[in-house]
């Protein structure tokens, strides 16, 4: 069985105040919901780019870390 080694960006996200969701979008034809989760304040997702998300949307006051940089969602 081979193994496929996933190569995808990895952002950080830390939620800066309760009830922050992230969810994950698919690539393709039509991008679709596949993923979401709820953090609380002070909670860290570490998540990463793949070959079936394309996407990453931020609902809350959260902080991003990308290898581009820092972003404040929701201020």
Do not use: N, P
């Not at 991008?31 to 989760?37: D, N």
């Amino acid at each position: 069985m081979a193994e496929t080694a996933i190569q995808g960006d990895f952002v950080v996200i830390k939620a800066l105040q309760d009830g922050v969701t992230i969810i994950g979008l698919t690539r393709g034809k039509e991008t679709r919901f596949h993923h979401s989760e709820k953090l609380d304040k002070g909670e860290v997702m570490v998540a990463q780019f793949t070959e079936h998300t394309s996407a990453i949307k931020v609902r809350g006051r959260a902080e991003i870390l990308t290898r581009h940089g820092r972003v404040e969602a929701g201020a």
